[in-house]
């Protein structure tokens, strides 16, 4: 059984892995981070270039996690992405971020958090940036 | 001193809100064209047409100069940021560009490139105003004969020079003049290749033809290939340039102009060309060569100098002559025509205010660019995160609806959908789209000079062949066209393989992605 983290190279990837790394030392399971980029953009924000994710693998080794960096280039849509990491990787927990929408933004985009909650195969631990 | 006068009647028929907004209006739009990489000015130009039939043709002339302009501009930010140039001008740009950024110079290299864009784009428009009344001058006194050659040095041009096959040119230019002639012959009233459809009879409206091959061919063609790895763009402050950065900057300005107007301003110059030269330029001439090929800002001030000259020369033949010597410039053509204006000579001594107003916004134009450009170059890079299908069905949207508004024929619409399929099967099988407008738009007026040509002279096949100016022409056709041979000849004169050529050695670019540039090629600028 691994903890499964959704991670995008921001404050809230932050706020995730740091969930992320705190559950998996209290199952003691090892930790599977994803990040996925879409292939219908030219360029995703939410993509984590090279160095980002070697980083990332560095500081969850120092802290004493064992660790599995994994990358989805080329991926559709990130909640599908998520829920079938977590069935591939046998997760025991999900960790996703969650960020306010704005009415608009309610509007023409879906919610990925939704789609993930209701899909997933395991429990899900939901994170907000600290303020 | 009389173009001046003319000039500053100009700005003054220009400074209204109204036409300020418009000019804002088509530096932004051309701004954000140029920076999505495969939408380009004229796929835009030939969208927007439709749309300002209800316009003023002063407006609708001043929001096609914006565009083209803005496109220039745009081009360079993807070039720099993220490796992928947003148009074919901005190749080059990308080589030392990208370099500068990922050296974490990006910030000089924008400012370079905006600054160079705006210094470039001022002084090729002061010498549009010096060199195309005297163009005109000449052009006048030019008859049909002398036309009809320059119209096939036109041709020959963009089919042979450009693009990297000769066949691929010629088969194209051939397909545009088949799509030219469709319709009623003007003197015998006789019906050409309408397979008698009452809706052929009135000629293919080339603004379905250019809707047609740039924006549904090109939107089939990136439907084809929608899956793509995304890419991070390299993060960036406000755009800034150090004392030394000016002092490295400002000769490779000047000299990106001097190489960028001429060639624009002659058929099948275009902007690829001049900014491939002043990069070679600028790399021999530099005190740093050691910098060349890890971020020299002289490689990114000369060829973005280049590409916005060379915008500036086009206009040139545009307005003196008529000509097109680029997409942009065919379907600004196409425009003037769907305004009843005739474009040629006599342009300038029956609409000058339209000329001079037009010159003038460009003026103005360049100058809101500057102010868009530099301090929100990494705002315009956001833009390359909005997802294709979005994109590309809004395009699809604004062509449909501007191929049904030309004639409000559903006939139109199937015409549209099968020019398209055209345009895709051009990106498939390499052929470039450049010489398919200009023998649309052009070879109705080579046979309109061909034939007032024999008609002057009873039918005499002398009546060809009038004039210095045919015979310069021509000798210039047959120059291009027999080159291949004679090279071949010396080649094996020498007994070396034709393989070393000088001349053909193509940019030195490990990073930039070439494949993915060659599929815009037809498209940009």
């Known amino acids: 059984m691994t903890v499964l983290v959704g991670y995008v190279p921001n404050a809230l990837g932050e706020a995730t892995l740091r969930a992320g790394v705190e559950e998996s030392r209290r199952r003691s399971e090892p930790l599977v981070v994803l990040n996925m980029s879409r292939d219908d953009v030219l360029v995703d924000a939410r993509r984590a270039p090279a160095d980002d994710l070697e980083r990332v693998d560095r500081d969850v080794r120092e802290l004493g996690v064992d660790v599995e960096v994994v990358q989805v280039e080329e991926g559709g849509d990130a909640a599908e992405a998520l829920v079938e990491a977590a069935t591939t990787h046998h997760a025991s927990v999900l960790v996703i971020g969650l960020r306010h929408r704005s009415a608009v933004g309610k509007l023409i985009l879906g919610s990925v958090a939704q789609r993930v909650l209701l899909g997933a195969p395991c429990p899900v631990l939901a994170v907000k940036a600290q303020s | ?525």
């Open chain 2, 1 to 525: 001193m009389d173009n001046v006068n003319a000039l500053l009647g100009g700005f003054a028929a220009v400074i209204t809100p109204m036409n300020l907004l418009i000019a804002l209006l088509g530096v932004t739009v051309g701004t954000a064209v140029g920076v999505l990489p495969g939408i380009g000015p004229a796929m835009t130009v030939a969208l927007l047409l439709p749309v300002t039939y209800g316009l003023p043709v002063e407006q609708s002339l001043i929001l096609f100069g914006g565009i083209f302009y803005g496109g220039m501009y745009g081009g360079s930010t993807t070039s720099i940021l993220l490796n992928t140039p947003g148009e074919s001008a901005s190749v080059v740009t990308a080589l030392e560009g990208n370099k500068m950024a990922k050296a974490g110079r990006a910030a000089q290299a924008l400012a370079t490139s905006a600054i160079g864009s705006f210094v470039a784009g001022t002084i090729a428009t002061a010498a549009i105003v010096f060199v195309m009344p005297q163009v005109v001058d000449f052009a006048i006194t030019l008859g049909s004969p002398e036309f009809l050659a320059i119209i096939l040095v036109a041709f020959v041009g963009t089919a042979a020079i450009l693009g990297s096959s000769r066949v691929r040119g010629f088969a194209a230019l051939l397909v545009g003049l088949a799509l030219g002639l469709v319709g009623t012959d003007f003197v015998t009233g006789q019906q050409r290749l309408t397979f008698g459809s009452p809706f052929l009879a009135d000629n293919i409206d080339v603004v379905v033809v250019a809707v047609g091959i740039f924006a549904v061919g090109e939107a089939l063609w990136v439907a084809a290939h929608l899956r793509r790895k995304a890419a991070t763009v390299i993060p960036v402050g406000r755009p800034w340039m150090s004392k030394e950065d000016w002092g490295r900057s400002w000769k490779p300005w000047l000299r990106g102009t001097a190489l960028g107007f001429p060639f624009g301003a002659i058929p099948a110059g275009g902007a690829e060309i001049p900014t491939f030269l002043s990069y070679l330029t600028e790399r021999k001439l530099t005190k740093h060569p050691e910098e060349f090929g890890k971020g020299a800002i002289e490689g990114v001030a000369g060829p973005e100098a280049a590409n916005n000259a060379s915008a500036a020369g086009t206009m040139v033949p545009l307005l003196a002559l008529g000509l097109p010597t680029n997409a942009t410039a065919a379907i600004i053509i196409a425009a003037f025509m769907s305004y009843g204006i005739e474009p040629g000579p006599l342009l300038l001594t029956k609409e000058p205010d339209l000329v001079w107003m037009l010159v003038a916004s460009l003026f103005i134009g360049n100058f809101f660019l500057l102010v868009l450009n530099l301090p929100l170059a990494p705002t315009w890079a956001k833009l390359l995160r909005i997802p294709r299908p979005y994109l590309y069905a809004g395009i699809l949207f604004f062509a449909s609806m501007g191929a049904y508004a030309v004639n409000a024929q559903p006939f139109d619409l199937f015409l549209l959908l099968a020019l398209g399929g055209l345009g895709f099967a051009m990106r498939r099988f390499g052929l470039p789209v450049l010489p398919l407008i200009v023998g649309t738009i052009l070879g109705p007026l080579f046979e309109r000079h061909m034939r007032r040509s024999l008609q002057t002279t009873g039918g005499d096949i002398s009546g060809l062949v009038g004039g210095p100016v045919a015979w310069v022409c021509y000798a210039f056709v047959l120059a291009v066209l027999l080159w291949p041979l004679v090279a071949r000849l010396i080649g094996r004169g020498r007994g070396g393989s034709d393989d070393d050529t000088p001349g053909d050695d193509s940019p030195p670019s490990p990073g930039v992605e070439y494949d993915r540039v060659a599929t815009w090629e037809g498209v940009g600028s």
